[in-house]
């Protein structure tokens, strides 16, 4: 099976860099997703990564160490629209489904 | 991107009554649907996979008697919670994908919150 382990909640402020760490354990690895949810709201996309190292979006940027089953979102120049709860997600095999982590909550303060 | 459209958004249903929720993707076909479920700042935990023409595939735990999914055509998926009782009050959400591929994108719908007086 999987499991995605994040941190509960982290805080922040305007204008700050903020790192959102997901450790994995699956049987069978097809890459790994972020999403955010703001409260009420449905989760959108926001980044995969199927190999190891960067991709960057905008603001947003997310690593991946395969050897170290484990992977961050980065968000930088925060704002007080991006508090909200940020999920990192993996399909199991043939991606019939998709398990989402523990989630973080995010709380971005003035 | 593609878009999920999943109705009513909320609702408030007696004891003992059934609700109907629907989940359409409005301008792709979905061969898979997916539905979560959603306690007060958790996470989404995965209630049953829908695959059109075939009987959905529940999760260990969920009642298949008492949360009936049919997905009807490649576009609508609907999830019947019966006789519902408070505790199956929470948010239920569906998720669509428009491919096939394991780095395909997952589309949610708005969510339907759901409460059983």
């Known amino acids: 099976g999987q499991s995605l382990e994040q941190p509960s909640e982290v805080t922040a402020v305007e204008g700050a860099i903020v790192q959102i760490n997901c450790t994995y354990q699956?049987?069978?690895?097809?890459?790994l997703s972020w999403y955010q949810q703001h409260d009420g709201g449905a989760p959108t996309f926001l980044s995969y990564n199927a190999l190891d190292g960067l991709e960057e979006t905008g603001r947003f940027s997310s690593f991946l160490s395969r050897s170290d089953s484990y992977g961050y979102l980065l968000l930088q120049e925060l704002q007080m629209k991006d508090s909200a709860s940020y999920f990192c997600?993996?399909?199991?095999?043939?991606?019939?489904?998709?398990?989402f982590g523990t989630g973080t909550r995010l709380l971005v303060s003035p | 991107g593609a878009v999920v459209s999943q109705h009513p958004s909320w609702v408030i249903c007696k004891s003992g009554t059934s609700v109907k929720i629907e989940c359409r993707s409005l301008d792709f076909q979905a061969t898979t649907m997916f539905w979560y479920r959603q306690f007060p700042k958790q996470s989404l935990m995965l209630m049953a996979t829908s695959n059109e023409g075939s009987k959905a595939t529940y999760e260990q735990g969920v009642e298949k008697d008492k949360f009936l999914i049919n997905h009807a055509s490649l576009t609508l998926s609907t999830l019947t919670v019966t006789s519902a009782h408070p505790e199956d009050s929470s948010f239920y959400i569906c998720s669509a994908r428009e491919g096939s591929g394991v780095n395909t994108e997952a589309f949610f719908g708005q969510g339907t919150r759901l409460t059983v007086v």
């Open positions: 997600a993996v399909p199991n095999t043939g991606f019939q489904k998709l398990v």
């Open positions: 699956t049987s069978g690895f097809y890459g």
